[in-house]
């Protein structure tokens, strides 16, 4: 077996996305990521990177799912694992939440995972070491006020995930959802007020936000060789916030 590895991680310029890329970096992997908005951070962060790729490409989009994994293949020769980290919040009462607003977050969170998925099946089940991570979030099983459309998206990738990984698991191919709780230096906390933050931390028994670096380990573990076994898990990085 290879010691070559290959991962397309979505939405990993920024926040947990980036920890991610960050971390499989480190390890020795090679790995495409894609971003949406911010091209020159993006470009920025892949300079004097050999083995990073960023690529634009919208989750929503199936031509540009099928584009991301053609090009993670066609710069790296295979693709083993598939990390769906990008996400998007629209936070607005539920009498606000317009149509549209409700769609484009179940668009990018829900419906771009699938897309994924779906665009690197084929590669992902013929590696010896398929690994499909999606990253998901306490607000799944707790709600969060303002947060309709994102708990929807994010509750509906529990059933997602535990189907697709009943469907695949002959292939040897495993699906696990990693879900955090409030992180800092990620897009829900940037820019938030300190009472803000310290109100949020004083409901967790831990007291603290979590880093994107914990949730990034978490990620990483699922996508090794010694996580072979593990598949359908939910493994929660929130620090006992849902206890």
Same mark, same amino acid.
């Given at each position: 077996?290879?010691?070559?590895?290959?991962?397309?991680?979505?939405?990993?310029?920024?926040?947990?996305?980036?920890?991610?890329?960050?971390?499989?970096?480190?390890?020795?992997?090679?790995?495409?990521?894609? %971003?949406?908005? !911010?091209?020159?951070?993006?470009?920025? #962060?892949?300079?004097?990177?050999?083995?990073? $790729?960023?690529?634009? &490409?919208? @989750?929503?989009?199936?031509?540009? $799912?099928?584009?991301?994994?053609?090009? &993670?293949? !066609?710069?790296?020769?295979? /693709?083993?694992?598939?990390?769906?980290?990008?996400?998007?919040?629209?936070?607005?009462?539920?009498?606000?939440?317009? !149509?549209? !607003?409700?769609?484009?977050?179940?668009?990018?969170?829900?419906?771009?995972? #699938?897309?994924? $998925? =779906?665009?690197?099946?084929?590669?992902?089940?013929?590696?010896? =070491?398929?690994?499909?991570?999606?990253?998901?979030? +306490?607000?799944?099983?707790?709600?969060? +006020?303002?947060?309709?459309? %994102?708990?929807?998206?994010?509750?509906?990738?529990?059933?997602?995930?535990?189907?697709?990984?009943?469907? +695949? &698991?002959?292939?040897?191919?495993? @699906?696990? /959802?990693?879900?955090?709780?409030?992180? &800092?230096?990620?897009?829900?906390?940037?820019?938030?007020?300190?009472?803000?933050?310290?109100?949020?931390?004083?409901?967790?028994?831990?007291?603290?936000?979590?880093?994107?670096?914990?949730?990034?380990?978490? +990620? =990483? %573990?699922?996508?090794?060789? /010694?996580?072979? %076994?593990?598949?359908?898990?939910?493994? @929660?990085?929130?620090?006992?916030?849902?206890?």
């Amino acid at each position: 077996m290879t010691d070559l590895r290959v991962a397309l991680v979505t939405g990993g310029t920024k926040g947990i996305g980036r920890a991610i890329v960050e971390r499989l970096l480190t390890d020795g992997w090679s790995v495409l990521t894609t %971003y949406l908005n !911010d091209e020159a951070n993006a470009q920025q #962060f892949a300079e004097g990177r050999d083995r990073l $790729c960023v690529l634009r &490409a919208e @989750v929503s989009s199936t031509a540009d $799912c099928e584009r991301a994994v053609a090009a &993670a293949i !066609d710069r790296f020769g295979q /693709l083993d694992h598939l990390v769906n980290a990008a996400g998007i919040t629209i936070n607005v009462p539920l009498r606000e939440l317009t !149509d549209e !607003d409700w769609e484009a977050v179940l668009a990018t969170n829900l419906s771009g995972p #699938f897309r994924m $998925c =779906r665009a690197a099946a084929d590669a992902i089940n013929a590696s010896p =070491r398929g690994r499909i991570v999606t990253v998901s979030s +306490v607000a799944a099983e707790m709600g969060n +006020v303002n947060q309709g459309a %994102y708990a929807a998206s994010k509750a509906g990738l529990v059933g997602f995930t535990r189907t697709l990984a009943r469907e +695949v &698991a002959r292939t040897g191919t495993t @699906v696990n /959802l990693v879900v955090p709780g409030p992180t &800092a230096d990620t897009g829900m906390t940037l820019g938030t007020e300190p009472e803000f933050i310290a109100a949020i931390s004083r409901k967790i028994p831990m007291q603290r936000l979590g880093q994107p670096a914990e949730t990034a380990h978490a +990620v =990483r %573990y699922l996508l090794d060789d /010694l996580a072979a %076994y593990n598949t359908g898990s939910i493994v @929660v990085v929130d620090g006992g916030l849902s206890m």
